[in-house]
């Protein structure tokens, strides 16, 4: 596998963890648009009984949006690889990408999960 191809699945893999939080940050702001410099109030009112079509759009915005789209296909591809995996490589995942703390080595993932340090690249290899 190429090495642009590994950071890329590595910096997606760290940013799992917050993946819920961007989703919904990302529909209230298609919820709730701002639209700078536009006043609602100039003009006298609004038209009586014209048909309001703004849930409508939203609704298609929240369908039609790439963004939410590949956030949540994002979500759903390491979902899927992570109930598929054995528990040595999902910790092995989870020690080295969804802490909080800095990226430790394969050696430091190995000493801490008891398994061997061949075994830890093996396994984040097959998990790629």
């Not at 993946?19 to 009586?48: C, H, S, W």
């Not at 394969?106 to 830890?120: D, E, F, G, H």
Request: hydrophobic share 35%; charged share 30%; with cysteine.
């Amino acid at each position: 596998m190429k090495n642009g191809v590994v950071k890329h699945i590595e910096e997606i893999l760290q940013d799992y963890p917050r993946l819920p939080a961007y989703i919904q940050e990302r529909r209230e702001e298609l919820l709730t648009p701002y639209y700078p410099g536009r006043d609602e109030n100039v003009g006298g009112g609004k038209i009586e009984f014209k048909y309001d079509e703004s849930t409508a759009n939203r609704a298609i915005d929240l369908v039609t949006d790439r963004e939410l789209k590949g956030l949540e296909k994002t979500r759903q591809a390491i979902a899927y690889c992570l109930e598929r995996a054995d528990d040595e490589t999902i910790a092995v995942i989870h020690e080295l990408y969804f802490k909080a703390q800095p990226k430790p080595s394969l050696q430091a993932v190995s000493m801490r999960l008891n398994i061997s340090r061949p075994v830890v690249g093996r396994k984040r290899q097959l998990f790629f």
